[in-house]
C-alpha cells in the first residue's frame, strides 16, 4: 500500500478476458510466469524511486540474463530462441512493471541484437551475440540524428572507406544507452550512398556520448546524443550481411513487435490500478466503480486492451510463420501505443488526485507512453506506412 492507502502492487495474472492464456503453449506461459515474477517481486517496487532518479536499477541486470528472454526469437549463438510471443510477453511483464526497464531489453535485444542478426554476416553473428545474450556486452541502436526523425532514410552521418578501416563522422541523438553500451550499432552513408550498420566500440576514440537530461518519460533509461569525429573502427565491423535501408528497416519491422507488447504491458498495469482503485474507494456512499461513467472508462479500456491483445498474439503468430510485413507491424504499433495512452489517461482521471501521485504508478506509465507513441515510428508516421500500403501512394516521401 502507498501512503494514500491504495494498491500498488498490480494484480496477478493480468488482464486476460477473451482466454488468450488457452491459446499460448506451456513454454510462453512459463516464460511469461518467469518473467512476472521477476517484475513484479524485484523490479516494481523500486520503480518508482528509480525513475524519480533517473537512474537504471543495474543491479538487476544479471537476474535479467538468467531469465533467458535476451535474444528472444533469434536461435543460435547462446540465443534463447523462444517464439515471438513468449518474447513479447517477457515485454509485456517487465512494461507492466517498469516500462524504462522494458525498454533496455528492447535496445539490447530488439534492436541492437537484432541489427547483427539480420544485417550481420554468420561470422559477425558468432562474435557479436553470445556475449549479447549473456549481457556481458550491452548494445546501442544509433539511427536517429538531430536533422533525421521520422525521415531516418534522409540521415547524414558518413563512413568513409579507409584501408582496412572506415572512418565515421556525424551526430546521433536519442539513443538509448548512447552513454553505458559497449558497442553501438552506428548506421552511417557509406560512399556509395547507401546506409549501412556497423558496429562501434564505445571506448573508440572519436565516439562521444553525452546524456540527454530534463526528460519526463522513461526516465530510467537514459539516451543520449553521439558525436562521432573521425571515429575509425575496423572494416570488418560494418554489418556486411545486409546493406541499404532495407536491412535497417527489416530490423525495426521486427522490433515494433516488441513495441505493440510494451504497450499493452504499460495498459494493463494502468487498467488494474484504475479497477482496484474504482473498487476501493468510496465517494456519495458508495464505490466509485458503482457509477455508470467509471464503468464505461473501465469497459473501453478493458475493450481496449483485450482487442490489443487477440491482434498482438495473431501477429505474433504471422511473425513465426515468416509472413509480418512491414505494414502490419505499423498498424499494430499504431493501434497499440494510442490504446495504452488513452488507457492510461483514463486511469489517471479514474484516481482523482491521487492519480498525479507517483507512488500510485499511473503517472509514471502515462510518461513512459508519451515517449512509446513516438519512438519506433510516431503514431503518424506508422499510419502513413500503412496509408501508403493500401492506397500505393506515399504521403511521406
Ligand atoms: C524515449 C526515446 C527513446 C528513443 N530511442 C531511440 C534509439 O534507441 N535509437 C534511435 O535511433 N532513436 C531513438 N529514438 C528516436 C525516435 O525514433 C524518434 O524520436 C522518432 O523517430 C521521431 O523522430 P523525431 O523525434 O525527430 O520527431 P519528428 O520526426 O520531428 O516528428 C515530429 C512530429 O511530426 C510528425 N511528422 C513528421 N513527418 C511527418 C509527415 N511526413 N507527415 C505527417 N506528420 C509528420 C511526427 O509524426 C511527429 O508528430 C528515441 C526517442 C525517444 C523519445
Given at each position: 500500500m502507498g501512503e494514500t492507502g491504495m494498491t500498488v502492487l498490480t494484480a496477478s495474472p493480468a488482464v486476460d478476458f477473451y482466454h488468450l492464456d488457452a491459446d499460448l503453449t506451456s513454454e510462453e506461459r512459463e516464460v511469461r510466469d518467469r518473467v512476472r515474477l521477476f517484475a513484479q517481486r524485484d523490479l516494481l517496487p523500486i520503480a518508482q524511486e528509480y525513475w524519480d532518479r533517473a537512474e537504471m536499477p543495474l543491479d538487476l541486470l544479471s537476474g535479467l540474463a538468467r531469465l533467458g528472454i535476451v535474444g528472444g526469437s533469434i536461435e543460435g549463438y547462446g540465443c534463447p530462441g523462444i517464439s515471438s510471443a513468449a518474447y513479447g510477453l517477457a515485454l509485456q511483464e517487465l512494461c507492466r512493471a517498469d516500462s524504462s526497464f522494458g525498454t533496455l531489453v528492447g535496445v539490447q535485444s530488439s534492436l541492437a541484437m537484432n541489427a547483427i542478426y539480420y544485417c550481420g554476416t554468420e561470422e559477425q553473428r558468432q562474435h557479436w551475440l553470445p556475449p549479447m545474450v549473456r549481457l556481458e556486452t550491452l548494445g546501442a541502436f544509433g539511427l536517429t540524428e538531430p536533422e533525421a526523425g521520422s525521415d531516418a532514410t534522409h540521415l547524414q552521418t558518413t563512413a568513409v572507406r579507409d584501408g582496412n578501416t572506415y572512418i565515421l563522422n556525424g551526430h546521433k541523438r536519442w539513443i538509448g544507452n548512447a552513454t553505458l553500451c559497449d558497442i553501438c550499432i552506428i548506421w552511417a552513408r557509406t560512399e556509395d550512398g547507401k546506409i549501412n550498420g556497423f558496429v562501434v566500440p564505445r571506448e573508440t576514440p572519436g565516439y562521444r556520448a553525452g546524456v540527454i537530461t530534463g526528460k519526463l518519460a522513461k526516465r530510467s533509461i537514459w539516451q543520449g546524443t553521439i558525436d562521432l569525429a573521425d571515429c575509425r573502427i575496423p572494416a570488418?565491423?560494418?554489418?556486411?550481411g545486409m546493406s541499404g535501408f532495407g536491412g535497417t528497416a527489416t530490423v525495426l519491422m521486427h522490433a515494433r513487435l516488441g513495441v505493440c507488447w510494451e504497450a499493452v504491458g504499460s495498459a494493463i498495469a494502468c487498467y488494474e490500478i484504475a479497477l482496484a482503485h474504482a473498487r476501493e474507494r468510496e465517494q456519495f456512499g458508495r464505490p466509485l466503480a458503482g457509477f455508470q461513467l467509471v464503468q464505461q472508462k473501465l469497459v473501453q479500456m478493458l475493450n481496449g486492451i483485450s482487442l490489443a491483445q487477440l491482434a498482438t498474439l495473431h501477429v505474433s503468430r504471422l511473425r513465426d510463420a515468416g509472413s509480418l510485413t512491414p505494414a502490419m507491424s505499423s498498424m499494430l504499433k499504431m493501434n497499440n501505443s494510442a490504446m495504452a495512452r488513452e488507457v492510461a489517461l483514463h486511469a489517471r482521471d479514474i484516481l482523482g488526485g491521487n492519480g498525479i501521485l507517483g507512488e500510485n504508478q499511473v503517472m509514471r506509465h502515462l510518461c513512459d507512453l508519451e515517449a512509446l507513441y513516438t519512438y519506433e515510428g510516431t503514431h503518424d508516421i506508422n499510419m502513413l506506412v500503412v496509408g501508403r500500403e493500401i492506397t500505393g501512394l506515399s504521403a511521406f516521401t
Amino acid at each position: 500500500m502507498g501512503e494514500t492507502g491504495m494498491t500498488v502492487l498490480t494484480a496477478s495474472p493480468a488482464v486476460d478476458f477473451y482466454h488468450l492464456d488457452a491459446d499460448l503453449t506451456s513454454e510462453e506461459r512459463e516464460v511469461r510466469d518467469r518473467v512476472r515474477l521477476f517484475a513484479q517481486r524485484d523490479l516494481l517496487p523500486i520503480a518508482q524511486e528509480y525513475w524519480d532518479r533517473a537512474e537504471m536499477p543495474l543491479d538487476l541486470l544479471s537476474g535479467l540474463a538468467r531469465l533467458g528472454i535476451v535474444g528472444g526469437s533469434i536461435e543460435g549463438y547462446g540465443c534463447p530462441g523462444i517464439s515471438s510471443a513468449a518474447y513479447g510477453l517477457a515485454l509485456q511483464e517487465l512494461c507492466r512493471a517498469d516500462s524504462s526497464f522494458g525498454t533496455l531489453v528492447g535496445v539490447q535485444s530488439s534492436l541492437a541484437m537484432n541489427a547483427i542478426y539480420y544485417c550481420g554476416t554468420e561470422e559477425q553473428r558468432q562474435h557479436w551475440l553470445p556475449p549479447m545474450v549473456r549481457l556481458e556486452t550491452l548494445g546501442a541502436f544509433g539511427l536517429t540524428e538531430p536533422e533525421a526523425g521520422s525521415d531516418a532514410t534522409h540521415l547524414q552521418t558518413t563512413a568513409v572507406r579507409d584501408g582496412n578501416t572506415y572512418i565515421l563522422n556525424g551526430h546521433k541523438r536519442w539513443i538509448g544507452n548512447a552513454t553505458l553500451c559497449d558497442i553501438c550499432i552506428i548506421w552511417a552513408r557509406t560512399e556509395d550512398g547507401k546506409i549501412n550498420g556497423f558496429v562501434v566500440p564505445r571506448e573508440t576514440p572519436g565516439y562521444r556520448a553525452g546524456v540527454i537530461t530534463g526528460k519526463l518519460a522513461k526516465r530510467s533509461i537514459w539516451q543520449g546524443t553521439i558525436d562521432l569525429a573521425d571515429c575509425r573502427i575496423p572494416a570488418e565491423n560494418r554489418l556486411a550481411g545486409m546493406s541499404g535501408f532495407g536491412g535497417t528497416a527489416t530490423v525495426l519491422m521486427h522490433a515494433r513487435l516488441g513495441v505493440c507488447w510494451e504497450a499493452v504491458g504499460s495498459a494493463i498495469a494502468c487498467y488494474e490500478i484504475a479497477l482496484a482503485h474504482a473498487r476501493e474507494r468510496e465517494q456519495f456512499g458508495r464505490p466509485l466503480a458503482g457509477f455508470q461513467l467509471v464503468q464505461q472508462k473501465l469497459v473501453q479500456m478493458l475493450n481496449g486492451i483485450s482487442l490489443a491483445q487477440l491482434a498482438t498474439l495473431h501477429v505474433s503468430r504471422l511473425r513465426d510463420a515468416g509472413s509480418l510485413t512491414p505494414a502490419m507491424s505499423s498498424m499494430l504499433k499504431m493501434n497499440n501505443s494510442a490504446m495504452a495512452r488513452e488507457v492510461a489517461l483514463h486511469a489517471r482521471d479514474i484516481l482523482g488526485g491521487n492519480g498525479i501521485l507517483g507512488e500510485n504508478q499511473v503517472m509514471r506509465h502515462l510518461c513512459d507512453l508519451e515517449a512509446l507513441y513516438t519512438y519506433e515510428g510516431t503514431h503518424d508516421i506508422n499510419m502513413l506506412v500503412v496509408g501508403r500500403e493500401i492506397t500505393g501512394l506515399s504521403a511521406f516521401t
